[in-house]
DNA sequence: TATTGTTATACTCTATAACTATA
DNA sequence: TATAGTTATAGAGTATAACAATA
């Protein structure tokens, strides 16, 4: 049994569901959805548009209206007009939106530590070597850029 | 830029994302929900209790009723009733969900070696067997064996 | 009495289609 | 004409609370 290995696919699956989890239950916390939650990670080192936050979040457009709807409700991200294009917007963390997403994310990294406490220190940087190495040819392929 | 490196959490997080999204998008294409292909996944070495499946799928008991019930409506789940214990059912995949979630599999099984093909095969293994210790502990601190 | 599972219900989140206003 | 965003609406999936049957 303590022999046992899964596959690339099953362990990443699993793997996964156990972060997704894990920020899901943090995140419910702070009344935050998964998705909510996505958005001001996302905002934290970004100004988007309307548009490209569905691209970014892989939702509809009319989803990207309802989401920002309900932070900006709780005051936590702000809709700002775009000054080049008058049809747009710019979604914008406010300060509350930012020591939120910081809570979240401190909260987060303890869960992480906890999941990767069974590496000694040497696995877990190479663990986060390699899938550092994954992020940033994948973000690449669909246009993204990590480090914005 | 192609120096940059994410913190374990936030690769982490990412990773999850980038996975939890392809599988999202497979089983979507055979009009399953990500819970109801974990459901199917899970299905395919055990045959829980309802009860056994809201501890692992980490839902409440109700909602595991609604997703047997919709499972069970497409003949991919029955329920048996339990030999021991009259109150309760296990449910057990069909030949139907057996041929579907090894469908899925295969999918997803090709979208992880695109989102692995920017490591050499030595990173990919070294990636699956940190993975599997990961899990292998952390299924242990969760009283799930992972190869039942 | 406690537990297994179901039901009734309300809520959140999502996409589709139709719309307004700009480009 | 095409695009950015919103609205109206319907559907899926979730939890809470109350319930029946059995332990």
């Known amino acids: 049994m303590t022999d046992g290995q899964l ?3 099953d362990g990443l699956a699993q793997l996964s569901f156990l972060v997704y989890g894990a ?3 943090r995140a419910a916390r702070h009344d935050l959805s998964i998705v909510a939650t996505r958005l001001l990670g996302t905002l934290r080192d970004r100004t988007p548009s309307m548009n490209e936050l569905a691209q970014l979040l892989v939702l509809d457009k009319s ?3 309802g989401l920002i709807d309900r932070a900006e409700r709780r005051g ?3 809709r700002v007009p775009s000054t ?3 049809r747009a917007m710019q979604v914008a963390l406010t300060e509350k939106g930012r020591s939120l997403v ?3 994310a401190t909260d987060f990294e303890a869960d992480v530590s906890a999941i990767l406490d069974a590496l000694p220190k040497s696995g877990r940087q190479a663990l986060s070597r390699l899938v550092s190495r994954v992020l940033v ?12």
């Open 84 to 86: 080049t294009d008058r």
């Open 7 to 9: 596959g690339a696919a």
């Open 76 to 78: 936590l991200v702000e």
């Open 23 to 25: 920020l899901e239950r």
């Open 63 to 65: 989803s990207i209206t």
């Open 137 to 148: 040819a994948n973000a690449a392929d669909r246009g993204i850029d990590l480090f914005p």
């Open 102 to 104: 910081s809570e979240v």
